[in-house]
């Protein structure tokens, strides 16, 4: 990866926490503990019932290819959507840390300071490793980060900084192969129902720990809607 592609990542997977904050918008709250006390209330009487809430399993079906070359591909491309799928789940957690942290801070220079802390500690924490990914990698990060923040890297950077200055990294990222301005469109593009499914299994076999996407994708709906449009059942 470029120099410029791989500073660029690390930009957007620290700050795109700190513009939801400005933003002021309501997260999504993640459930960690599946366990839960219910109560009926009977004629004033409180009684308590305790379950189990167990999570919907999505049954999904054995992998077929029409060829070598298909099989290829789609083993490439869970490659490389396990290596950047943990960068675009940590931007998204950036989103939630930092949008509570800067809530409880009043002035705009402890604010700056602790977004320029934050990005410190991402750099060195994941700098090398960014470093190493490919072009298809960073491209693949970009769509990733749009499924779990709701912005585009372009838009990202243009709200951060200036629509000017976003028209320049996307022109120079295209230089490299990569668009700044992709969103993610499982139902549209075939890639990304790919990834999709690439994700989907992943989670299932506990191999990327599951993170919502920002806007609810039924997997089942999706695979419904591919089946149809290749004539598959």
Known sequence: MSKFTYILLIYIVTFSSNLWAQK????REYKKDSTYTFYYIVEGDTIPRE???????VLLNKLEFNSKEDR?????????TRKVYPYAKLAAERLEVMTERLASLESKRAKRKYAKRVQK??????????????RTEGQILVKLIHRQTGRTA???????????RAFWYNTTANMFDISLKVEYLPFEVKEDYLIE???ERSFQDNI????????????LDLTAHWNKLTGEN
């Open 208 to 219: 990327l720990e599951r993170q919502e996407p920002w806007e609810e994708i039924d997997y």
């Open 51 to 57: 379950f189990i809430d167990l999570q919907e399993v």
């Open 24 to 27: 002021g918008d309501t997260l």
């Open 121 to 134: 500690y991402i750099e060195g924490e994941f700098s090398e490793k960014l470093k190493k990914l490919t």
């Open 197 to 199: 499914d690439i994700l």
């Open 72 to 80: 290829r591909r789609y083993l490439i491309l869970r490659r490389k």
């Open 154 to 164: 372009f838009n990202l950077v243009k709200e951060l900084r200036t629509g000017w």
